[in-house]
């Protein structure tokens, strides 16, 4: 079955960066896009960056040149870069999918930074 697991979370400084990653199995990685989202408490889940399976890639407006979305087919990985991490940046990240009319969610990993 699908499963997406994620990892690379922690605390950081305002200023700081993390490298998450996302470890996908049960399908055909490398024909479907994947996509990272976050939920801070209080807020809705919002999506952050998506790679599609050509490579192209598309961010929030808020994370541009700060944050890099990155996949590696042969490990069946994705991955997230985040740079100048700034206190808003604090929420669980999520690995998303979808294949054909059914979305799948990671357990999420935790970013919390301080100021």
């Known amino acids: 079955q699908v499963q997406l697991v994620e990892s690379g979370g922690g605390s950081v400084q305002s200023g700081g960066s993390l490298r998450l990653s996302c470890a996908a199995s049960g399908f055909s990685f490398s024909s479907i896009a994947m996509t990272w989202w976050r939920q801070a408490p209080g807020k809705e889940r919002e999506m952050v960056a998506t790679?599609?399976?050509?490579?192209?890639?598309i961010y929030a407006d808020d994370v541009k040149g700060r944050f890099t979305i990155s996949r590696d087919n042969t490990k069946n990985m994705t991955f997230l870069q985040m740079d100048d991490l700034e206190p808003e940046d604090s929420a669980v990240y999520y690995c998303?999918?979808?294949?054909?009319?059914?979305?799948?969610w990671g357990p999420g990993t935790q970013v919390t930074v301080s100021s």
């Open positions: 790679i599609l399976n050509n490579h192209n890639t």
């Open positions: 998303r999918t979808k294949i054909f009319y059914t979305v799948y």
